[in-house]
């Protein structure tokens, strides 16, 4: 039974997000928006194409003008403007112009492309999330955040451009590769430990559930968990404020993603900074020992690691100030008040930062120790 929230932008409703548990709904769905004279371009990434392309290819057949499909390269290395650039071609190709629309089928690298193609593309077109990830149906296919990477930087060039649609086919999530699932799963406990104990309570009584892929606790826990993030993204959509609480986590993960050159999922550097956010919060007595440990403790039967090896903590450190989440040359980083409650802080040093990089880090002494 499909489900759906409504967001708000500047007050008004903007999107919907369905809940499906099939693409079963997305016919209907494409005949409210009004797509029978548009042209349809589906952006996919060479992985998701395999499975899904052709399928989505003919659930479009008579639901608009003309439908047709482009595939890039999977993986990060592709979350480029050259990429950006194939689409644009194409697009100028097969003569699509301002009324015509785009759809992202995949994870969070496809959302973001075909994101920020439609942003720009002609001054903006209208485009539709099709999620196929959970971190892109927990996060990323929400709020309108678009961008690609820029010389290895991550997200650095981008525009906030709202979808029409964020449909979620939830089964495909029980087709996901364990790692890439568990990887999703750091945001969903992201938002739980910003904003709402009672949900990351919920999150640890239903552990088993969570872990065996269970369509309606996967519908549960989607529902709650974009329950928040909307709400935090109506407050705020352009980020000027308390959007940035989403960015717990992605301080110190960005560096480590970066530092490990992408060769770890972003939900698990997303863990490892969630981590060393709640150890600063500890050490600044905002959260207890018992807190801190418990938080760290639950990422790991969801099978996201709370240490790293192979870093170099000074190199982190580099890193993490060079991230976009500055503001006046002073870091902005999210610490936890208490579980459910983060606060945005710009006075973390750079030594409450190194410490909790080392905490973090497992080296060759830990190993002999
Ligand atoms: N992923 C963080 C945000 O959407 O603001």
């Keep these: 039974m499909s489900e759906r929230l409504s967001v708000l932008y500047n007050k008004k409703p903007c999107y919907d997000i369905v809940f499906s548990g099939s693409f079963g ?105 099709l999620p196929s990830t959970l971190l892109a149906q927990a996060d990323s296919s929400i709020g309108g955040k678009t961008g690609v990477d820029f010389d290895g930087y991550k997200n650095m ?43 990351y309570e919920w999150l640890i009584e239903n552990m088993y559930e969570i872990c065996e892929r269970d369509l309606n606790v996967l519908q549960e826990m989607l529902i709650r968990s974009c329950t928040i993030k909307k709400f935090i993204v109506e407050k705020d959509p352009l980020e000027q404020g308390d959007r940035a609480l989403l960015n ?19 939900g698990e550097c997303v863990a490892l900074g969630a981590v060393a956010a709640a150890y600063i919060s500890w050490k600044r007595e905002l959260l207890s020992m018992e807190e801190y440990y418990e938080v760290r403790d639950m990422f790991v039967p969801f099978y996201l690691p709370i240490s790293v090896e192979e870093i170099e903590p000074q190199e982190i450190l580099r890193l993490t100030k060079a991230d976009k989440k500055m503001e006046s040359g002073k870091i902005r980083f999210v610490l936890l008040k208490k579980i459910g409650k983060a606060v945005i802080d710009n006075s973390v040093t750079d030594e409450e930062i190194l410490a909790a990089i080392n905490e973090i880090y497992y080296s060759e002494e830990d190993a002999h120790a």
Excluded: W
């Design 248 to 266: 717990f986590g992605h301080t110190i993960g960005h560096a480590i993603e970066k530092a490990k050159n992408f060769g770890l999922y972003h």
């Design 157 to 199: 060039v981008g525009a906030f451009k709202m979808p029409r649609l964020v449909y979620m086919n939830l089964a495909l999530l029980q087709t996901l590769e364990e790692r890439q699932y568990f990887s999703g799963f750091a945001e969903i406990m992201k938002h739980g430990l910003i904003r709402d104990a009672a949900f």
């Design 25 to 129: 709904e997305l016919g209907q769905e494409l005949e409210s928006l009004e797509c029978e004279n548009k042209r349809l371009c589906i952006i996919t990434d060479s992985k998701v194409d395999d499975i899904y392309g052709n399928s989505l290819l003919d659930i479009l057949e008579g639901k608009c003008r003309k439908a047709v499909k482009y595939v890039f390269q999977d993986g990060e290395a592709s979350k480029t403007l050259d990429t950006v650039k194939g689409i644009y071609r194409f697009l100028i190709e097969e003569g699509f112009d301002r009324r015509d629309m785009l759809l992202a089928l995949g994870g969070g690298v496809v959302g973001d492309i075909a994101g920020y193609t439609a942003a720009t593309y002609l001054r903006g077109i209208d485009f539709i999330q």
